[in-house]
């Protein structure tokens, strides 16, 4: 009788979760097999060098820009083009909500920005949006780059992995600017490896067991909070003070205050470090990812290599003896700016932006229900040859005129556009002129395959040996 309880159960999930939803069977598409989907289709043409782009291809010829599916556990309705990328990301009348999934959830915290929705989003996306303004990064500059030198310093003479030199960077910079970590030491050593296990966990399996991925990444998310703890007991017993995002957010939280504008600034410890963590994620991983590919793709294209180097080296020549980058040359990089933009175009680091159906709306003739799964194609985007032609091709004079809205998505747009759109142009622009005007470089390898991650990174993280020019 147990077992004949247990294959009971067993077959009600499989056709719970295999059935399509009554609502969702006028949506073309296909659900593959029961339980996985298309999962194992999905998962294979992700780890390919083309991305998602031929998964999508083929059922958009077969279905139109509107199709369903089960991937990863979800029913989904997958759209592409103009119209579906400006109804999902502008998120007009609360259409959609941000849908992370369960994993990035758990390890995020509830409180996180990327969790929350209309005036408590606003709220927090403009206590994150100062340090990452324009006026936030100047008093960063500096130390970015110093940092870029530095690091670059190290590459002659020995094989470097591109993607681990821009995760170091990267985490680097985020650290220091929210809780003022100095770039090498112990205290920046556990940071470093508890935040590598943290970002691993987000595309695991969500079996919170020991030795699982997901297990090891809300262990490191503890102690990193643990380790947050510590530094805010320390500032506010007065045994410490720094001028960084953590301190303002203190500082805020600690006011005494009545008036409704100064307390709506006031954070829980709880929305503190949920979203101390959130904006690490969001200052580290896509950010990476880009500087790895751009790389690549300039040691892949020699004349676009060439057209770039010239403008640093101009730049170069134009200063004063004995004088560094400064802050207005790093803001006036114009083929760098599009060097940057067809990197996210041709990479599609996002290939596509989960939102969950906020209310019924209606879109290309096909009804979407409140509570569906929506998902944006924006590799499809990027790779429309209506708007890119030859879009294999990587061509920064795309950018030479401004695009129509919504045929380029590199950095999200609407209210989830990403807050660190400066951070990430300031990073990349101070770290490729130091190393275009110093270093050559070469592949070792070539392989355009990618890892099975949500944010795309080259699978063999871009092996290079340098040499100065």
Not at 43 to 52: D, K
Not at 89 to 97: P, Q, R, Y
Not at 196 to 218: D, V
Not at 259 to 274: F, I, P, R, V
Request: include cysteine.
């Amino acid at each position: 009788m147990a077992l004949l309880s247990i294959l009971a159960v067993l077959v009600f999930y499989v056709f719970h979760f295999w059935a399509t939803p009554k609502a969702m069977e006028v949506i073309p598409g296909s659900l593959g097999w029961p339980v996985v989907g298309e999962s194992f289709s999905f998962l294979s043409e992700f780890s390919s060098s083309s991305g998602i782009y031929n998964f999508m291809h083929r059922r958009q010829e077969r279905y139109g820009k509107v199709f369903k599916t089960l991937v990863l556990g979800r029913f989904t309705v997958f759209m592409t083009g103009r119209d579906a990328a400006k109804i999902l990301l502008t998120g007009k009348d609360g259409m959609v909500s941000l849908n992370l999934f369960y994993t990035g959830k758990q390890v995020l915290g509830p409180t996180s920005l990327l969790q929350a929705t209309g005036e408590v989003h606003k709220r927090l996306r403009r206590l994150i949006a100062e340090p990452l303004s324009i006026d936030g990064l100047k008093k960063y500059f500096q130390f970015i780059n110093t940092l870029a030198i530095e690091t670059l310093e190290q590459w002659p003479g020995r094989t470097v992995f591109i993607l681990e030199e821009a995760s170091t960077f990267t985490l680097k910079v985020i650290g220091h600017m929210i809780m003022s970590l100095e770039p090498t030491g112990e205290e920046q050593e556990k940071f470093r490896a508890n935040f590598k296990l943290i970002s691993s966990s987000f595309a695991s399996l969500p079996f919170k067991i020991p030795g699982t991925a997901f297990h090891r990444g809300i262990k490191a998310r503890d102690r990193m909070y643990a380790m947050l703890d510590s530094i805010i007991s320390r500032r506010r017993n007065g045994d410490e003070f720094q001028q960084d995002f953590l301190e303002s957010l203190i500082m805020k939280h600690s006011k005494l205050t009545s008036g409704k504008e100064d307390n709506e600034d006031k954070l829980t410890d709880a929305q503190l470090k949920d979203n101390i963590l959130t904006l690490l994620v969001a200052g580290h991983d896509t950010t990476t990812a880009a500087l790895t590919w751009l790389i690549k793709f300039l040691g892949e294209n020699p004349a676009v290599l060439e057209q770039l180097r010239d403008e640093h080296l101009q730049i170069q020549a134009n200063r004063r003896s004995g004088t560094n980058l400064t802050w207005n040359e790093v803001n006036n990089m114009p083929y760098t700016a599009k060097v940057i933009s067809e990197t996210l175009r041709r990479a599609t680091i996002l290939p596509w932006f989960s939102r969950k159906a906020a209310q019924d709306f209606e879109i290309d003739g096909y009804k979407i229900k409140k509570g569906w799964s929506v998902n944006l194609d924006v590799v499809s985007i990027h790779h429309d040859p209506e708007s890119f032609p030859d879009p294999e091709k990587f061509d920064p004079s795309r950018f030479d005129a401004p695009l129509k809205p919504f045929r380029f998505l590199g950095f999200g747009s609407g209210p989830r556009m990403c807050p660190g759109i400066n951070l990430a142009k300031l990073e990349i622009s101070i770290f490729i002129h130091h190393l275009v005007c110093t270093y050559k470089w070469r592949a070792l390898e070539k392989d355009d395959s990618v890892q099975p991650t949500l944010v795309r990174m080259p699978r063999n993280k871009y092996p290079i040996v340098v040499e100065k020019l």
